[in-house]
Each structure stands twice: as structure tokens, then as C-alpha cells.
């Protein structure tokens, strides 16, 4: 390396440096959502991976444009939200994912548009207090909920809460592992709550730390108060309409 030269500074798990990363970020958990993502882009311009993480970054309708595979949890989330932003400091983020409902009235495959998250989690307590809200930026969430119009997607716009794990922690009963707390998803309906995921409230939270502008649209995969949940037909579909909203979303917030 010649005398001044600053060698380039990569993330430890992300495997990405300065310069990789666009100012606007889809996060996806699943990795083969990610290639679905970027196979909407014009151009990829780079591509890294590191055990479930994957990014690419490339050009969407003449706009740069990042995607992150998280993988689950907000403990992933955690990882990918910190190590962006030391790449720049001027990040958007938004999530696209799966959810599932927790109003009667909320069907297979229709988005939801999360405002804040409740933080069941325990992540982001290393970070801020109990009572420290988990809130969407207002500029995404009206970005998105534009967008959901633009497209025609059927959607709700509420409340989401975010729990640390699957089974246990949004009160699934598996045989030989009761959950502690038998009806999580009613209880939390009934306050108004309108889905349950595992990443949005660790999002929000570190974008809120760390100055960024963050929202989250997740599709919906289970219906839990009908004990309905989505086939492979309504899976895909959900899956297309939320990414559309997302990359409509982004694609506003970077013309205005």
C-alpha cells in the first residue's frame, strides 16, 4: 500500500465497506427475497456474502439502490442496521417482509404499514430503556402508504409487535413446549395491535439511535385469530406486493 493510501475498512459480518452501500436500503430477512429484490435492479454493481447475509447494491429505474438479506430476528437485524450505517450516515431503510395478523379483518396476503413496533424483543434494551418507543420515521411511512395506494395493494396501517422468537414467543403450542404466555396474539389484538413479526422494532429503534429515516411494510402470512395460514399462490403474491411498495416507496423518497 503506497504511503497515504487509506485501505478500505469492511463490516464484519456485512462484508461491505464505504462506498458499497446506496442512501436507500430494502431489508429483507429471507436471502432469496434479496435476489427477488435485486432482480428488479437494471444494474448490479456489487455483490457480498457472509453466512446468512447477503447484500447488493445496484441501480433501480436510474436510482442506486441497496438490498440487505438479514436473515431472522432482531438480533440479525441488530448486525445489519449497525454495520450499514458505518458504511454512510444518511441511510433510508425499509423493511419488507411477512407478518401475521392479529385483526380479524386483515386478510391472507394484504400489507400492513407498521407506525411503531411494541418491543417484546430484548435487543434494543442494551441499547435504550424499556419505555423507549420503537417509531417509524413519519416521510417512510407516508411514503409507503402512498405507494400501497399507487399500487392498489390492500393494506392496514397500525401498530406492529415485534417478538424475539417463532414459537414461544408469539405463543405457538408445540407439543412437549408450552408457551408461557397462552394467547399472546389475543392479547395483543386486543389492544389494537395489528400484526406480529420479529425484526421492525429493532429497526426502528437503531434508525432512531443512529439518525436514520426507517418504516416497514410486511406481508401478510398468517391470519392468527382465524388460525388461517397463506398457500404458496398467496405467499408470492403478498410477497410481490409488498416489495413493490417498498421499491415505489424508496423511488419517491429519493425524487422528492
Same mark, same amino acid.
Given at each position: 500500500?503506497?504511503?497515504?493510501?487509506?485501505? &478500505?475498512?469492511?463490516?464484519?459480518?456485512?462484508? %461491505? $465497506?464505504?462506498?458499497?452501500?446506496?442512501?436507500?436500503? +430494502?431489508?429483507? =430477512? !429471507?436471502?432469496?427475497?434479496?435476489?427477488?429484490?435485486?432482480?428488479?435492479?437494471?444494474?448490479?454493481?456489487?455483490?457480498?456474502?457472509?453466512?446468512?447475509?447477503?447484500?447488493?447494491?445496484?441501480?433501480?429505474?436510474?436510482?442506486?439502490?441497496?438490498?440487505?438479506?438479514?436473515?431472522?430476528?432482531?438480533?440479525?437485524?441488530?448486525?445489519?442496521?449497525?454495520?450499514?450505517?458505518?458504511? &454512510?450516515?444518511?441511510?433510508?431503510?425499509?423493511? %419488507? $417482509?411477512?407478518?401475521?395478523?392479529?385483526?380479524?379483518? +386483515?386478510?391472507? =396476503? !394484504?400489507?400492513?404499514?407498521?407506525?411503531?413496533?411494541?418491543?417484546?424483543?430484548?435487543?434494543?434494551?442494551?441499547?435504550?430503556?424499556?419505555?423507549?418507543?420503537?417509531?417509524?420515521?413519519?416521510?417512510?411511512?407516508?411514503?409507503?402508504?402512498?405507494?400501497?395506494?399507487?399500487?392498489?395493494?390492500?393494506?392496514?396501517?397500525?401498530?406492529?409487535?415485534?417478538?424475539?422468537?417463532?414459537?414461544?414467543?408469539?405463543?405457538?403450542?408445540?407439543?412437549?413446549?408450552?408457551?408461557?404466555?397462552?394467547?399472546?396474539?389475543?392479547?395483543? =389484538?386486543?389492544?389494537?395491535?395489528?400484526?406480529?413479526?420479529?425484526?421492525?422494532?429493532?429497526?426502528?429503534?437503531?434508525?432512531?439511535?443512529?439518525?436514520?429515516?426507517?418504516?416497514?411494510?410486511?406481508?401478510?402470512?398468517?391470519?392468527?385469530?382465524?388460525?388461517?395460514?397463506?398457500?404458496?399462490?398467496?405467499?408470492?403474491?403478498?410477497?410481490?406486493?409488498?416489495?413493490?411498495?417498498?421499491?415505489?416507496?424508496?423511488?419517491?423518497?429519493?425524487?422528492?
Amino acid at each position: 500500500m503506497r504511503q497515504g493510501a487509506r485501505k &478500505r475498512v469492511r463490516q464484519y459480518h456485512l462484508g %461491505v $465497506g464505504g462506498g458499497d452501500v446506496a442512501p436507500h436500503v +430494502i431489508l429483507v =430477512g !429471507d436471502p432469496a427475497r434479496a435476489e427477488i429484490v435485486a432482480g428488479r435492479f437494471e444494474k448490479r454493481r456489487g455483490e457480498w456474502r457472509h453466512r446468512e447475509f447477503v447484500t447488493i447494491s445496484g441501480v433501480y429505474h436510474g436510482l442506486e439502490m441497496t438490498v440487505t438479506g438479514t436473515g431472522i430476528g432482531p438480533d440479525n437485524m441488530e448486525i445489519a442496521v449497525i454495520e450499514l450505517s458505518q458504511c &454512510r450516515k444518511d441511510l433510508t431503510l425499509i423493511r %419488507v $417482509g411477512s407478518c401475521g395478523a392479529l385483526q380479524r379483518d +386483515i386478510r391472507l =396476503g !394484504d400489507l400492513v404499514v407498521s407506525t411503531a413496533a411494541v418491543r417484546l424483543e430484548n435487543t434494543t434494551s442494551f441499547f435504550v430503556p424499556e419505555g423507549f418507543p420503537a417509531v417509524a420515521s413519519f416521510e417512510v411511512t407516508q411514503a409507503l402508504v402512498e405507494a400501497c395506494r399507487q399500487t392498489r395493494a390492500r393494506h392496514h396501517v397500525g401498530i406492529t409487535a415485534s417478538a424475539p422468537g417463532f414459537y414461544g414467543a408469539q405463543s405457538r403450542h408445540v407439543p412437549g413446549f408450552p408457551p408461557r404466555f397462552a394467547d399472546l396474539p389475543g392479547d395483543l =389484538g386486543r389492544l389494537g395491535v395489528l400484526n406480529f413479526e420479529m425484526e421492525i422494532s429493532a429497526l426502528f429503534t437503531l434508525a432512531s439511535l443512529g439518525g436514520h429515516r426507517a418504516g416497514a411494510v410486511c406481508a401478510v402470512y398468517a391470519q392468527r385469530p382465524r388460525r388461517l395460514f397463506a398457500d404458496a399462490r398467496q405467499m408470492k403474491q403478498g410477497e410481490a406486493r409488498a416489495i413493490e411498495a417498498g421499491l415505489a416507496a424508496l423511488e419517491s423518497l429519493a425524487r422528492r
